[in-house]
């Protein structure tokens, strides 16, 4: 199953003038682009579906979020590699 997945943005950068960053998916970290969500700055959380941030939540929401999916046994996905999830985190 794809899903939308919280995380928290801990840097902010630029590659191939694209606004990025790297996002803590509960000590997992991958890159994700920032394109979509321009207003984003370190400290937020964002929902992020193969590699693009798609929404601004607040930490509240993401952990509501985070407990639905350990729920569903849906947070294994973090951990393997797929489209946008790559391996390592990148940077």
Do not use: W
Not at 63 to 77: K, S, Y
Not at 83 to 91: F, K, M, W
Request: proline share 5%; net charge negative; aromatic share 6%.
């Amino acid at each position: 199953m794809c899903l939308g997945i919280p995380g928290k943005i801990v840097e902010t950068f630029t590659e191939a003038d694209m606004p990025m960053g790297k996002v803590d998916f509960g000590g997992v970290f991958k890159n994700a682009c920032l394109a979509h969500t321009p207003q984003a700055q370190v400290g937020q959380y964002v929902i992020v579906h193969v590699g693009f941030a798609l929404q601004v939540i607040d930490e509240e929401q993401a952990q509501r979020i985070f407990a639905l999916l350990d729920e569903m046994d849906e947070l294994e996905e973090l951990h393997g590699s797929g489209p946008g999830l790559e391996p390592g985190g990148g940077r």
